[in-house]
C-alpha cells in the first residue's frame, strides 16, 4: 500500500516562514509534487522534485531526501492568501503504470 | 480552452439510484484520472486512464465504474449509489509523457458535488 503522511493543521504568522513536512512510504517513487488547494476550489500544481536537494520558486522551496522518504514545502514571507490547503503527493508504481497518490493535506491558517 | 469540464457541479441522490459524472478536456491530453475527497481524508485515487480504450483501478476504485472511449472524455459511472459515496469529485489529465515522467502537473476540473441520501 501507499503511505503518505502529513501535518493535519499548521498556523503561522504573517510575513514569517512555516514548513510542512511529508513523509512516505510508497511501492515505488518516481517524483514528489506539491500541489495548493483554496477551500472550494480545485488543487493547483506547486512544484515538483525527483532528485535529492533543494527546488525554489519564488517565496516557495521544496526540498527532497529520497532515502529518508522525506520532503517539505516552505513558505517565505507568509501572506493571507497563502491559507490554503498544501497537498503532498507521490508518484508511484501500480500496475505498470505510474499514477499521483496524495497524502491527506496539511491546512495552513495565516493569522494577522 | 476550457481546460477540463466536469459536469454537474452539484447533484443529490437516493441511494440505489444511478448516475454517471462526465469529464471532458480539450488540452489533448492522454492521462486522465479521477479523485474523492473526502473531510480528513485528503484525494484518493478512483480510477485512472493512459489513454483511450485503456483504463485501471486506483485506491478506492469499488462502487465506481470508467470507461474511455475517447481521448476527450472520461465518464465515471455510480451503478448503485450509496450515502459512503457521497464526496467531492475532482477529474484530472495531463500529456502521459508527463504522467511518466517530468513533473506532472495535472489540470483539475472544478469538482461535483454529490450527496447520496
Known amino acids: 500500500g501507499q503511505n503518505i503522511d502529513q501535518p493535519t493543521e499548521m498556523t503561522a504568522t504573517e510575513g514569517a516562514i512555516v514548513q510542512i513536512n511529508c513523509t512516505y512510504q510508497?511501492?515505488?517513487?518516481?517524483?514528489l509534487f506539491w500541489y495548493q488547494q483554496h477551500a472550494g476550489e480545485a488543487p493547483t500544481f506547486l512544484s515538483y522534485n525527483v532528485l535529492d536537494g533543494l527546488e525554489e520558486k519564488g517565496r516557495f522551496s521544496s526540498f527532497l531526501s529520497r532515502s529518508k522518504g522525506y520532503s517539505y514545502l516552505l513558505l517565505k514571507e507568509l501572506q493571507m492568501k497563502d491559507s490554503a490547503s498544501y497537498l503532498c503527493?507521490?508518484?508511484?508504481?501500480?500496475?505498470?503504470?505510474?499514477?499521483?497518490?496524495f497524502g491527506k493535506g496539511t491546512r495552513l491558517s495565516v493569522i494577522a | 480552452n476550457a481546460g477540463v469540464t466536469q459536469t454537474p457541479k452539484f447533484q443529490v441522490l437516493k441511494t440505489g439510484q444511478s448516475m454517471t459524472l462526465q469529464c471532458a478536456q480539450d488540452m489533448n491530453h492522454e492521462y486522465m484520472s479521477w479523485y474523492r475527497q473526502d473531510p480528513g481524508m485528503g484525494l484518493r485515487l478512483i480510477h485512472y486512464s493512459v489513454g483511450a480504450g485503456i483504463t485501471d483501478q486506483g485506491e478506492v476504485p469499488n462502487g465506481y465504474n470508467v470507461s474511455r472511449s475517447t481521448t476527450e472524455d472520461f465518464p465515471l459511472r455510480l451503478l448503485s449509489a450509496a450515502p459512503s459515496q457521497t464526496s467531492v469529485y475532482f477529474c484530472?489529465?495531463?500529456?502521459?509523457?508527463?504522467?511518466?515522467?517530468?513533473?506532472?502537473?495535472?489540470?483539475f476540473g472544478a469538482g461535483s458535488r454529490l450527496t447520496v441520501l
Open positions: 503527493a507521490v508518484r508511484v508504481l501500480l500496475s505498470g503504470n505510474t499514477p499521483l497518490v
Open positions: 510508497t511501492s515505488g517513487f518516481n517524483g
Open positions: 484530472a489529465s495531463s500529456f502521459r509523457g508527463q504522467a511518466i515522467s517530468g513533473a506532472n502537473v495535472l489540470t
